[in-house]
């Protein structure tokens, strides 16, 4: 520990409170597995099996990372609100994702990779937001480089799902299950 600051794995934790350092563990664990599960449901095929199943996981680890990063932030809500924000955003776009394709509302298929794909980036935002300046080869980056890589890489890539993957380019697949 350095002053109110706590140090863990190399990387400043702003507090010396067990409760807080807890719930940034918490927190670092939940948000590991929505990377893992975001890439696995991502990289899957769109079929029953392996793509819902870890798209679910993703939606609840994600739930889980924006109430702790909610928690976070209240404590330290002048540093910290853009990463509310940032947080807030990407639950909603994951839970407009998962209720566009649970309702099966018009263009159901669209809205669902747009809205876990737009999910996943903000996510990968906040993380490198806050620990970019911490990472290796990252923290030699000018810091706007943390808020635009994410979705420099991954809006093309949503993009290029939306135009050329095969569910997205035949309306017959908007209502049929998989």
């Excluded at 350092?21 to 590991?32: M, N, R, Y």
């Excluded at 994600?62 to 955003?89: K, Q």
Aim: glycine content about 8%; hydrophobic content about 50%; overall charge positive.
């Amino acid at each position: 520990m350095t002053g109110d600051t706590t140090v863990v794995l190399g990387i400043a934790v702003p507090s010396i409170s067990p409760a807080f350092v807890a719930v940034v563990g918490f927190h670092v664990l939940v948000g590991l597995a929505c990377v893992v599960t975001g890439i696995i449901a991502m990289l899957s095929q769109k079929r029953r099996g392996r793509h819902p199943t870890f798209g679910t996981i993703y939606y609840w680890c994600l739930a889980a990372v924006a109430a702790s990063a909610t928690a976070l932030s209240v404590v330290r809500l002048a540093d910290d609100y853009h990463l509310f924000i940032l947080g807030v955003l990407s639950f909603t776009a994951a839970f407009l994702g998962r209720t566009a394709l649970r309702r099966r509302w018009r263009g159901w298929i669209k809205l669902h990779v747009s809205g876990m794909g737009l999910s996943y980036i903000l996510l990968l935002t906040a993380f490198y937001v806050d620990n970019g300046k911490s990472l290796p080869l990252w923290k030699e980056l000018p810091p706007i480089v943390y808020w635009l890589l994410p979705g420099t890489v991954g809006i093309p890539l949503i993009v290029r799902a939306l135009l050329f993957h095969p569910l997205t380019r035949h309306s017959k697949w908007e209502s049929s299950e998989f």
